[in-house]
């Protein structure tokens, strides 16, 4: 009789070992598996925001350039090169910013975007009157001053360019200074010294106020790929695309400097001067991003 309760203590013991030995191994893998999966997480969260000064203004403002992702597809987008005249590219541009930040996972793995938000922070403090960030808060009532377009020496930035440069240029009805040399201007050197570091499959400069998308173009005529991305924008933003600026003659202009070294280049002129449109703008970055998802 003993013996027989001590052969069922002895099974029930070695069955308790095996349930407890189970469990262990059971548990054990799980927990196992657990920092695999908090890995692949971490590898979905991307990227960290990478912050560079790449240059300064000539009163000495920073010009400051954002990167996310790691992706071999650089493409960046340009706010503010006509200052506080065009304050709403920078707004954009700002808020683009922050729609990166909150949502990483809109960016495919083969894309680096650098956003540069204030080109001319100099013609930016000339209207709004702030250093660095600044919200529609911060902007006056009459926050459309013409001058705020051009930087400290009262060049219009987008005339500084090595593209057709001459000494003088026209805006609209007006002769404007286009600097003494093409790169003559701290801010245009900045930009110069990031496309030729980073060499951008494509860039894309924000401006207001003509409803458009442009292309670009200098001696050589407008690179095949510009004409695809102005299209591929315009379609998902709605605004009208225009191959060529013809209203009047534009010499010395960055997009027309980047075509020239064979970087396709694309004009987005909002419509208002007040608002960002982030709505429409969004669409047409969105639609860029499929459009390079696949490039090398
Ligand atoms: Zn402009």
Redesign the pocket.
């Known amino acids: 009789m003993n013996n027989f309760f001590s052969k069922k203590i002895i099974l029930v013991i070695l069955l308790l070992l095996a349930i407890g030995i189970g469990s262990f191994i059971f548990f054990t893998l799980r927990v196992h598996d657990a920092p695999d999966l908090s890995v692949d997480l971490v590898e979905q969260k991307v990227f960290e925001t990478k912050h560079e000064v790449i240059g300064s203004s000539v009163e000495g403002r920073n010009i400051d350039a954002y990167t996310y992702g790691n992706g071999e597809t650089h493409i960046a987008f340009v706010g503010g090169?006509?200052g506080g005249?065009?304050w709403n590219s920078v707004l954009l541009a700002y808020k683009f910013m922050d729609y990166l930040d909150d949502n990483p996972d809109v960016l495919p793995k083969n894309i680096t975007v650098t956003v540069i938000p204030s080109a001319n922070p100099d013609g930016v403090y000339k209207v709004v009157g702030k250093e660095g960030r600044f919200t529609f808060a911060d902007v006056p009532d009459d926050g459309l001053a013409s001058a705020g377009?051009f930087n400290a020496n009262d060049v219009d930035l987008?005339r500084n360019f090595d593209c057709k440069w001459k000494p003088e240029s026209t805006w609209k009805g007006n002769i404007v200074s286009a600097g003494s040399t093409a790169f003559s201007e701290p801010e245009a050197k900045a930009l110069q010294g990031f496309v030729s570091k980073n060499k951008p499959k494509a860039v894309i400069f924000w401006?207001?106020q003509s409803n458009a998308v442009y292309a670009s173009e200098c001696e050589k005529g407008i690179l095949p790929e510009t004409i695809d991305i102005m299209n591929t924008y315009s379609f998902a933003s709605g605004y009208q695309p225009v191959k060529s600026f013809d209203a009047y003659e534009i010499t010395g202009d960055a997009e027309g400097w980047l075509a020239s070294i064979n970087i396709p280049a694309i004009t987005v002129e909002l419509k208002t001067h007040e608002d960002i449109e982030w709505s429409k703008n969004l669409a047409g970055i969105k639609a860029l991003f499929e459009y390079y998802k696949n490039a090398k």
Request: proline share 0%; net charge neutral.
């Open positions: 090169i006509h005249y065009e377009r987008n401006h207001s």
